[in-house]
């Protein structure tokens, strides 16, 4: 069972707010608030090759993100997506979006404005056969948030075995260690999957030390590193977006480098179920 780390009640000032603060505005889902569905599915299966897009969306908070997401995600047939805020802005363009349905794992509302849930989601034409989430054990220091992992499992035409979609936000300002814990937790779901897996998102390795363990747990977990082209986002000269399969075969890659919708840069790949 996993319960929530234990926090000192000293009140810390950061950035001008307390902890206390933060906590306040910021409110963690509980376990039957954490699903959103956005849209109707049309299709009961996937294509056996598959474009896919994996993106962290900076809460849509950039100038041009309608425009950049619209233009980016046409012609996909799943969407990996991180730091989803579903503020008027941004339920507005899923709600009128006729190519997805969105089914998001909530992490927290903020609750300053207007009760908005921020969290992660995978979006398809294509109903899963499953949903189903993950939450981090440990949690982001000041704003007391967890982070979450969302898995989608889907029907392939023509193929007995069904994949496995899994989207993460992973766990920042924590101690590598923290982290590990967070991607064991999910490799542990990956390995009882008896079929190909796509795996993408923002892990937050801004380290020697969380790169290196994101790769062992990966390996741990059976998936292989899909090679990526230069422009993707950095911090402290790490990339932090990156993508894990088993059971595809990549047949290309992209990074949309010249967007400015985020302040990460969205990855674009195709994939065929072996």
């Known amino acids: ?41 049309k299709q009961d299966a996937l294509k056996t090759d598959l474009k896919v897009f994996v993106w962290n969306m900076y809460k849509g908070d950039k100038p041009d993100w309608k ?34 349905a969105y089914d998001m794992a909530t992490s927290f509302f903020d609750s300053k404005k207007g009760w908005i849930p921020s969290g992660v989601a995978i979006a398809s034409d294509v109903q899963p056969l499953r949903s189903f989430w993950q939450r981090s ?13 969302l898995f989608n499992e889907f029907a392939v035409e023509g193929s007995d075995q ?14 590598s260690r923290k982290l590990r814990h ?3 937790q999910v490799g542990n779901v990956v390995r009882e999957h008896r079929g190909p897996v796509l795996f993408g998102g923002d892990f937050n390795t801004w380290s020697k030390k969380k790169e290196r363990y994101m ?11 899909v090679a990526l082209p230069g422009g993707r986002m950095r911090t402290f000269r790490h990339y932090l977006d990156y993508v894990f399969v088993k059971g595809l075969n990549v047949n290309y890659t992209k990074v949309h480098g ?11 790949l195709g994939v065929s179920v072996k």
Do not use: C
């Open 215 to 225: 790769r062992k747990e990966m390996a741990r977990a059976g998936l292989s590193e």
């Open 137 to 149: 054990h440990y949690r982001e220091p000041f704003i007391r948030t967890p982070k979450m992992v």
């Open 1 to 41: 069972m996993i319960k929530a780390m234990g926090w000192m009640t000293i009140t810390l000032s950061v950035m001008g707010f307390s902890t206390n603060a933060f906590a306040k505005r910021y409110i963690n889902a509980k376990n039957s608030e954490v699903n959103l569905r956005i849209g109707d599915y």
């Open 182 to 184: 967070q991607l064991r």
């Open 67 to 100: 425009k950049e997401y619209k233009r980016l995600t046409k012609g996909m047939d799943i969407l990996v997506l991180q730091e989803l805020y579903i503020d008027q802005k941004m339920s507005e363009v899923f709600q009128e979006d006729e190519n997805f």
């Open 162 to 175: 069904n994949l496995l979609v899994v989207t993460i936000h992973a766990i920042n300002f924590v101690s």
């Open 258 to 268: 010249g967007s400015d919708g985020s302040d990460h840069k969205a990855i674009e």
